[in-house]
């Protein structure tokens, strides 16, 4: 043993082993040194923050506008016996064929344009309501 001690070079200081840790028991709180630190500023809401509130609120907007819903239609009392949407026949103007169309009533008095489901030429539809929101009549015209 003696030649492996004669051998192994010498421990310099800084190579000395590190000290051994204390267990909590032991800790001593006046080695402990205080560290002085910014003051914590607020941080500005993100668009994930918005995103977050406007997911956890339960208002009927929010949740329309977040997943890009329409309102509901609700009729109101004068219109509580109509129904909203009513399937109306009638014939091409161009090949004679009897299609049946359905007709939006909450959308009030409009034109619109559909193709025949025969012979695939546009048909300009006219709606007309009664004062109460009844369907009056349902024009159809060709385009050309």
């Known amino acids: 043993m003696a030649a492996a001690e004669t051998s192994l070079p010498a421990l310099k200081r800084s190579q000395a082993a590190p ?12 080695a402990v040194r205080r560290v002085e630190c910014a003051p914590v500023t ?6 994930l923050d918005s995103l977050r509130r406007r997911i956890a609120s339960v208002e009927a907007s929010d949740i329309d506008q977040l997943y890009g819903l329409e309102p509901v239609f609700e009729p109101d009392s004068a219109r509580a016996g109509l ?3 009513q399937f109306v026949p009638v014939r091409c103007p161009y090949c004679g064929e009897r299609l049946e169309t359905r007709v939006d009533l909450t959308g009030g008095e409009r034109e619109y344009i559909e193709d ?8 300009e539809f006219s709606v007309e309501l009664e ?14």
């Open 19 to 30: 000290p051994q840790r204390q267990s909590w028991r032991t800790f001593d709180a006046r």
């Open 42 to 47: 607020r941080r500005k809401p993100t668009a």
């Open 83 to 85: 129904e909203p949407v």
């Open 116 to 123: 025949c489901e025969v012979c695939c030429r546009p048909i």
């Open 131 to 144: 004062e109460d929101g009844a369907l009056r009549a349902v024009r159809v015209q060709r385009i050309d």
